[in-house]
């Protein structure tokens, strides 16, 4: 296992609530990929491999990842089993952040669970499956797959309330939503993050970053690699070239490099690719590549 002496930096959740901030290294990794093992029912079922699972988590620790992203309806339940099974007890410095808002149906499907009852259900089994006795950030899983939906969520988001003031949860994230969404959720509890769709091709979300920016509050993007197919651009590539590294690693370095609240959470399931994926945070993109990258999604941005 090999030591990274660089993850790009720290951020502190939650810097506005005395006595309960944590501070993470803006590369993280997230945990989704250890469940599953064929292409028709992703995210479903155990690994192929338990032990090579164990092995990627226990490596991306040792090189000092300290922000692990989850749910306990990846599987379901299978992924915060292995990482409990890997990590428990935890290191002191170790957030992780887990998700709630959704369930799976018998066929893998992925389905919605916002009710009160669930959302309270949905933390005792994240406490249970992690073996924690409060989960330290939870993200409220909202919207399409893709995309915000303009969609009540005050019944879900102060159960979420309630359970903080109970003490099962330390701070509370948003993922798939508006700006507006925030706006209206602020006035119910803190926000400590936002979990959006974004990447250097798909860039919608670009006001709303610099905006969580100067209000402290971390940006993670899911689908930073273009999600089950990889992003692909001729660009993308030539900049690879050029720094000698892969067109992934400079897809997550141009992250890192896009916005000081940024934090990345790429995924995989290879102990090489997770080597790979760590090792971007010490790549240092040059202002005339970053400025060929950006023109990759410039036709596709939404209007502000």
């Given at each position: 296992?090999?030591?990274?002496?660089?993850?790009?930096?720290?951020?502190?959740?939650?810097?506005?609530?005395?006595?309960?901030?944590?501070?993470?290294?803006?590369?993280?990794?997230?945990?989704?990929?250890?469940?599953?093992?064929?292409?028709?029912?992703?995210?479903?079922?155990?690994?192929?491999?338990?032990?090579?699972?164990?092995?990627?988590?226990?490596?991306?620790?040792?090189?000092?990842?300290?922000?692990?992203?989850?749910?306990?309806?990846?599987?379901?339940?299978?992924?915060?089993?292995?990482?409990?099974?890997?990590?428990?007890?935890?290191?002191?410095?170790?957030?992780?952040?887990?998700?709630?808002?959704?369930?799976?149906?018998?066929?893998?499907?992925?389905?919605?669970?916002?009710?009160?009852?669930?959302?309270?259900?949905?933390?005792?089994?994240?406490?249970?499956?992690?073996?924690?006795?409060?989960?330290q950030?939870?993200?409220?899983?909202?919207?399409?797959?893709a995309?915000?939906?303009?969609?009540?969520?005050?019944?879900?988001?102060?159960?979420?309330?309630?359970?903080?003031?109970?003490?099962?949860?330390?701070?509370?994230?948003?993922?798939?939503?508006?700006?507006?969404?925030?706006?209206?959720?602020?006035?119910?509890?803190?926000?400590?993050?936002?979990?959006?769709?974004?990447?250097?091709?798909?860039?919608?979300?670009?006001?709303?970053?610099?905006?969580?920016?100067?209000?402290?509050?971390?940006?993670?993007?899911?689908?930073?690699?273009?999600?089950?197919?990889?992003?692909?651009?001729?660009?993308?590539e030539?900049?690879?070239?050029?720094?000698?590294?892969?067109?992934m690693?400079?897809?997550?370095?141009?992250l890192?490099?896009?916005?000081?609240?940024?934090?990345?959470?790429?995924?995989?399931?290879?102990?090489?690719?997770l080597?790979?994926?760590?090792?971007?945070?010490?790549?240092?993109?040059?202002?005339?590549?970053?400025?060929?990258?950006?023109?990759?999604?410039?036709?596709?941005?939404?209007?502000?």
């Open positions: 296992m090999r030591e990274q002496k660089n993850l790009s930096g720290r951020f502190t959740f939650g810097g506005t609530s005395a006595g309960t901030s944590l501070i993470v290294n803006r590369m993280g990794y997230g945990a989704m990929q250890l469940a599953g093992q064929d292409g028709e029912k992703r995210v479903w079922g155990p690994p192929r491999d338990v032990p090579g699972a164990i092995a990627v988590l226990r490596e991306a620790v040792a090189s000092g990842v300290n922000h692990i992203d989850t749910s306990d309806f990846y599987g379901p339940h299978v992924t915060n089993q292995i990482i409990k099974q890997a990590l428990h007890p935890y290191p002191d410095d170790l957030v992780i952040v887990t998700k709630v808002g959704g369930r799976r149906g018998a066929d893998g499907s992925w389905l919605h669970a916002r009710s009160r009852q669930e959302i309270i259900d949905a933390v005792h089994d994240n406490l249970r499956n992690l073996g924690l006795d409060a989960l950030v939870v993200n409220l899983r909202l919207g399409g797959f995309a915000p939906e303009d969609e009540p969520f005050e019944e879900p988001l102060s159960a979420l309330a309630e359970l903080k003031h109970q003490g099962l949860v330390q701070h509370i994230g948003l993922s798939t939503v508006s700006p507006a969404q925030l706006a209206d959720a602020r006035a119910i509890t803190e926000i400590v993050c936002i979990q959006n769709l974004y990447n250097v091709a798909q860039r919608g979300d670009d006001p709303f970053i610099d905006d969580l920016a100067t209000q402290g509050i971390a940006y993670v993007p899911y689908f930073p690699l273009g999600g089950f197919s990889p992003l692909q651009s001729a660009a993308l030539a900049a690879a070239a050029s720094l000698r590294a892969t067109p690693q400079v897809a997550l370095a141009w890192l490099q896009r916005a000081p609240n940024m934090l990345l959470i790429p995924g995989t399931s290879s102990i090489g690719h080597r790979e994926n760590l090792a971007a945070a010490t790549l240092e993109i040059p202002p005339e590549t970053i400025a060929e990258l950006d023109q990759i999604a410039n036709s596709a941005r939404r209007p502000t």
